[in-house]
């Protein structure tokens, strides 16, 4: 099964439950697709076994070739070409700006005169990596550039679904977030308590909705705040999985960059029941589909 972990908003401990939740169960891989800032591998420090250099295919021009009819511009959906024609006898030009380049090919593809070929320019790095039962995978995207889908897709080529897949996803609710969580089986979404936290719930809770992804909600820092998360949660029928309160203990835990499974172990079998939570409300909707 494929579990991610996602928030619509930062800070609300998307990290926190992604870890413990993995160190809680037997037989686990592990994914940061946060790949603009991962920071799973703080709590997990596990050992790097592989590296391999992310890439993007961006096209490059053969002006030999080229007759700066406009093709490539006219099928570039994200405007990473720009073509000046040939003109009283001036020479044409073809832009190409890589950062706004998604590698889709269609230039390359439709180019009349074969002008076009990919290059692979490196926009991050994928690194695999173990701790005893437990396989890791993180991307880093390289700074400067502008986008994240690229590595979290290649970061989530290394699925293995011969083990409980978690997958720790960016926060927010926009093109990072859809790839990271496309393909799970569950989410689950971490909030707090807070206005703000309410705000961002619902707009992940509108996303996972159009993508059909069965989800719950874990609550952190539940003892703080007031109860419109709640009252939400119960007005949308959506599962409240697990509330973690507002802990002092777990705040020193974070901050020495230790999972909180490993310093207090009864929470190992709090992560453990939100496990047994998913599979019950994923066997349920499954149930439900086949009728």
Do not use: W
Not at 262 to 274: A, M, T, V
């Amino acid at each position: 099964m494929i579990i991610s972990i996602a928030s619509g908003k930062g800070g609300t401990g998307k990290t926190t439950v992604a870890v413990n939740l993995a160190l809680s169960l037997q037989n686990v891989q592990i994914l940061d697709c946060d790949v603009e800032e991962p920071n799973a591998h703080i709590f997990l420090k596990p050992k790097i076994i592989g590296e391999k250099k992310a890439v993007i295919p961006v096209p490059e021009i053969d002006e030999a070739k080229c007759d700066y009819c406009g093709k490539c511009r006219e099928v570039c959906a994200y405007h990473a070409i720009a073509v000046v024609p040939a003109n009283d006898g001036k020479k044409g030009s073809v832009l190409i700006f890589p950062h706004l380049c998604h590698g889709c090919g269609a230039c390359s593809l439709l180019c009349p005169k074969g002008a076009i070929k990919e290059i692979d320019k490196e926009i991050g790095i994928i690194e695999t990596g173990e701790k005893e039962n437990m396989m890791f995978v993180h991307g880093r995207l390289n700074v400067g550039e502008a986008m994240s889908p690229p590595v979290i897709r290649q970061v989530k080529k290394h699925i293995n679904l011969s083990k409980t897949v978690i997958i720790d996803a960016p926060p927010g609710t926009s093109c990072p977030v859809i790839t990271a969580v496309k393909g799970s089986d569950f989410c689950v979404l971490v909030t707090e308590p807070t206005p703000f936290g309410l705000n961002d719930l619902i707009l992940a809770v509108e996303v996972l909705r159009k993508i059909e992804i069965p989800f719950g909600v874990v609550i952190n820092r539940a003892d703080i705040g007031d109860g419109n998360v709640e009252d939400y949660c119960e007005k949308e029928n959506i599962p409240i999985l697990m509330k973690i309160p507002f802990s002092k203990e777990i705040a020193v835990s974070y901050s020495e960059g230790i999972p909180v499974v490993e310093r207090d172990i009864s929470y190992q079998d709090k992560f453990i029941n939100l496990y047994l939570n998913i599979c019950g409300i994923k066997n349920e909707a499954d149930s439900c589909r086949k009728r």
